[in-house]
């Protein structure tokens, strides 16, 4: 079964300062992976996705992520964060088998940002 | 264009009282998931209907938890008798369902429900 790690459960960061938030993922073959933030109160925003293709994926508010295969990992950055990044921010996966639907969530990453 | 409309956003209700969650799917949509959130457990799936069928409920924590899907765009999650455990957020994702791999799911704000 697939399986998502995200080893950081809360990071702080200053604003300006650059940001990696860190995600492994379990899968046999090459997964669909995604990125999703959450403020706090609201629903989940696809942040960017990755299915095949240049690995370096640009997302939108000024995020971006790496696909790593030999590394398992999807790692999401951003240059220079914004107090408004604020959130909780989850890797996702799904398998790439023909009608497959499942989508499995990491735990979480919560990022706090010091004006 | 109308993302995924939930309703209510909060409900507090107390122990034993049946609890019904709804869901507008986005328009064209043919795919839909209710999750559940709590710090434990994180996201978990509950149900999906595809073509307003379900496909896999197998994450429906027991029998007290039933949903439907009547139409293209409506769904509704029931809860009798709701219990303190129940506690969490509740969310509705739709996509495409086209079965393919650049299927997206698109959330909605979700549904905090508390029961006391």
């Known amino acids: 079964a697939q399986s998502v790690t995200q080893p950081d459960i809360h990071i702080t960061v200053s604003e300006g300062a650059s940001l990696e938030l860190r995600c492994n993922y379990s899968?046999?073959?090459?997964?669909?992976l995604f990125w999703y933030v959450q403020s706090p109160g609201q629903g989940l925003q696809l942040l960017l996705k990755y299915f095949s293709g240049d690995t370096l994926v640009q997302g939108i508010k000024g995020f971006e992520a790496e696909f790593k295969r030999s590394q398992s990992s999807f790692n999401l950055r951003k240059p220079s964060v914004h107090w408004s990044d604020a959130a909780e921010y989850f890797c996702?996966?799904?398998?790439?088998?023909?009608?497959?639907?499942?989508?499995?969530f990491g735990k979480g990453t919560k990022l706090s940002v010091i004006p | 264009d109308a993302g995924v409309i939930q309703s209510p956003r909060h409900e507090v209700t107390e122990m034993g009282q049946e609890v019904t969650l709804r869901c507008k799917p986005i328009s064209g949509h043919n795919s839909l998931f209710w999750y559940r959130q709590t710090m434990m457990r994180g996201l978990e799936l509950l149900i999906y209907?595809?073509?307003?069928?379900?496909?896999?409920d197998s994450g429906m924590p027991e029998d007290r938890f039933s949903a439907k899907m009547p139409n293209a765009s409506f769904s509704t999650l029931k809860i009798q008798p709701s219990e303190p455990r129940d506690s969490a957020v509740y969310f509705c994702?739709?996509?495409?369902?086209?079965?393919?791999?650049?299927?997206?799911?698109?959330f909605g704000p979700g549904t905090r429900l508390t029961v006391l």
């Open positions: 209907f595809n073509n307003n069928v379900p496909i896999d």
């Open positions: 899968y046999g073959a090459t997964p669909y």
């Open positions: 994702a739709s996509s495409l369902g086209q079965f393919i791999g650049t299927d997206t799911q698109y």
């Open positions: 996702a996966v799904r398998n790439s088998g023909a009608g497959s639907y499942q989508l499995t």
